[in-house]
């Protein structure tokens, strides 16, 4: 099946500071990426849609400045949480679609960001 | 306001017991359903999805949903579950390029 790497898997930053996630798709090109936001013992809350190539659609009541997503090819996408604050730790999931399947979405396996 | 939801949040059930697992979602029209399933301390996989055709699908580890588009439904269920079945399971819905997930349902199975 296909493979959705992220790394870091876990990042530990201090307050203030900024810090950036890849996801890549292996195995496959991903035409759309998808980024998830995950609270302890809670569900998938979407945080935002990027295209390659385009800017990324953000869902409602998620700040698009501070969660800065970049899809710039077809097997990359970043997520870079600017000026860091302790509520932005969580545990950060991607997913990609495209090539193989066209609906199915295949996941990363997550990074945990802590904000000291 | 479009959902996904899960009835139970926490299910604890002992070995070789049935399960069920209820997902109702409020969305119109033609959707894609998946139930994932994420272990302790891992990342999410998938155990089945419905798109079209048979609306009783089959998934990995003896899994199986159906599908019943008059009640919004679509429940997960196998027929006798084993210790290694502990985990957490999200019911989701594709609609318009995005999948949603419901809030989860925690499993804890009794050796």
């Known amino acids: 099946g296909a493979v959705v790497s992220q790394h870091p898997s876990r990042v530990i930053c201090k307050s203030g500071t900024s810090v950036k996630i890849e996801c890549r798709s292996l195995?496959?090109?991903?035409?759309?990426m998808f980024w998830y936001r995950q609270f302890p013992k809670q569900s998938l809350m979407l945080m935002a849609t990027?295209?390659?190539?385009?800017?990324?659609?953000?869902e409602q009541g998620v700040e698009k400045d501070k969660f800065l997503i970049n899809h710039a090819s077809l097997t990359l996408s970043t997520l870079t949480v600017t000026s860091a604050h302790p509520e932005d730790s969580s545990f950060y999931i991607c997913?990609?679609?495209?090539?193989?399947?066209?609906?199915?979405?295949?996941f990363g396996p997550g990074t945990r960001l802590t904000v000291t | 306001a479009q959902s996904v939801s899960q009835h139970n949040h926490h299910v604890i059930l002992s070995e070789a017991a049935s399960l069920e697992l209820g997902c109702n979602y409020s969305y119109g029209g033609t959707v894609n359903l998946f139930w994932y399933v994420q272990y302790p301390g891992q990342h999410l996989q998938l155990l089945l999805k419905y798109f079209s055709g048979d609306p009783l699908v089959k998934g990995i580890k003896g899994f199986e949903a159906e599908f019943i588009k008059s009640k919004f439904s679509f429940n997960l269920r196998k027929p006798s579950v084993q210790w290694s079945d502990t985990a957490e399971y999200f019911c989701?819905?594709?609609?318009?390029?995005?999948?949603?997930f419901g809030k989860g349902t925690r499993l804890h199975i009794l050796p």
């Open positions: 990027s295209n390659e190539g385009s800017k990324a659609t953000y």
């Open positions: 195995d496959f090109q991903a035409t759309t």
């Open positions: 989701a819905v594709q609609r318009d390029d995005k999948i949603i």
């Open positions: 997913s990609a679609r495209g090539g193989l399947g066209g609906y199915e979405q295949y």
